[in-house]
């Protein structure tokens, strides 16, 4: 993010109580591989696309340097227990990942002593935080996909016991990296004052509205300007979704939601020296390419606090649709959430 982006003052907080940028700490950065086999990468769920996705471009023979000799040897399929477009494709994906040399294993538990990296991949949310926790505990990086949890208080209890066990993890849509955005950080148009993303915005009853689909498009408004947003006004029909959000220096940004006509991702960004379009989403590799540099690293290219303002952001937004469409302010939806997250916290 561009250094210009003022912080919050309750993001600050929570900071400093440890859910934010601490977690990229020295202790973290300075943990190394233990195991005599480091690249080996181990998966949890297979009823996402991505599960597969990943698994064809880091066991390719010809997969290149970028990837840094990564494979994946292990994978447990279980994922989401009531989510029928999920569950239905599980046995697919399983046969799948078989076919390039994955082993399937019956627990997470099996799983752990085979890897030395994990790809949390289930797609329902409610389980991430339950299935991160012996990842975290048996010291193992992980990035875990979106949405990273089902509810803000788990996303703030998944980076707390993250801490809690030193170890690093992140979640990133693939949609941060869509084309145009490095260009943006560069400064191709000065300081970002302004931006309207979009979305697919698919609902699925099981989570909150915008964390199940239009988490991406959040994503990429919260690529272009940084974080620092202090109050959300959210507009809602059955096709549509519009979430404004106010920054604390008084910039705007907007998401839109589709579920009716043509859907896509990208966005218009507003900048002092000019305006410019994103450009089109390039797929999984520029997001794998990260993933597997945080493996090497354990440093997160996204920081926690970023990914709690976002879905902070998607927690105020459902409150102003409750309450017909009016500004609601972050910073109490953030602490109501740490309250929440207190009893999933291991201290």
Known sequence: MNNHIRRRTFIKAAAAGGIGLGLQGKSLIDKEFTNSEPGRVGIIGLDTSHSTAFTKVLNDPAAGPEF???????????????????????????????????????????????????????????????????????????????????????????????????????????????????????GSVGKVMGADTFSPATLEKTHPDLFWYGVHGVEILFTVMGTGCRSVARTYTDNFDKAVGVWEDDRIGAFRGLRSGRTDYGGTVFGEKGITVLGKYSGYNPLLIKIIEFFRTGIPPVSAEETIEIFTFMAAADESKLKGGIPVDMEPVLQKARLEAENKIIR
């Open 68 to 186: 840094g000799g990564y494979k994946v040897v292990a994978a447990y399929p279980k994922g989401s227990n009531d989510i029928k477009s999920s569950v239905d494709r599980i046995p697919g994906y399983t046969e799948d990942v078989k076919k390039l040399g994955v082993e399937i294993v019956n627990s997470i538990e099996d799983l752990l002593p085979k890897v030395d990296v994990v790809l949390l991949e289930t797609n329902d949310g409610r389980l991430h935080l339950e299935q991160a926790l012996p990842v975290l505990r048996a010291g193992k990086r992980m990035f875990i996909d979106k949405p990273i949890a089902a509810s803000l208080a788990d996303t703030i209890a998944i980076f707390e016991n993250a801490k809690h066990f030193n170890v690093p993890v992140f979640s990133s849509s693939s949609l941060r990296y869509i084309s145009g955005v490095k260009e943006i950080a560069e």
